[in-house]
């Protein structure tokens, strides 16, 4: 059975960071892209980073880039996504997401995923 697990959310003042976990386990192969999701009372989920498993071709939310890096390591079958200089706005519920067969036009998009994790609440403080 397929499982994603999230850790690493908290309270966190502004310009401070966390560095967000998912571990995923039970795939009777490798997904093909882990994503990084968030969701806001009142809001639709959105895309904030993915990786490639094989090859670590990384990619980025406009209203990230620069400050988030998303990593991962496969012989620990983990992700991982350092958040830098938070801000307000990244209050969110944070989503951890596998694709099996996403391709490069779906990275972005819910859609493209398969499996996802249960959460991590982030929330910044001012």
């Known amino acids: 059975q397929v499982h994603l697990v999230e850790s690493g959310g908290g309270l966190v003042q502004v310009g401070g960071s966390l560095r967000l976990s998912c571990e995923f386990s039970?795939?009777?192969?490798?997904?093909?892209?882990m994503g990084w999701f968030r969701q806001s009372p009142g809001k639709e989920r959105e895309f904030v980073s993915a990786?490639?498993?094989?090859?670590?071709?990384?990619y980025y939310s406009d209203s990230v880039k620069g400050r988030f890096t998303i990593s991962r390591n496969n012989a620990k079958n983990t992700v991982y996504l350092q958040m830098n200089s938070l801000k307000p706005e990244d209050t969110a519920a944070y989503y951890c997401a596998a694709g099996l067969g996403t391709i490069t036009s779906e990275t972005a998009n819910s859609r493209g995923y398969d499996y996802w994790g249960q959460g991590t609440q982030v929330t910044v403080s001012s």
């Open positions: 039970g795939f009777s192969r490798m997904p093909r892209v």
């Open positions: 990786v490639r498993l094989s090859g670590g071709t990384t």
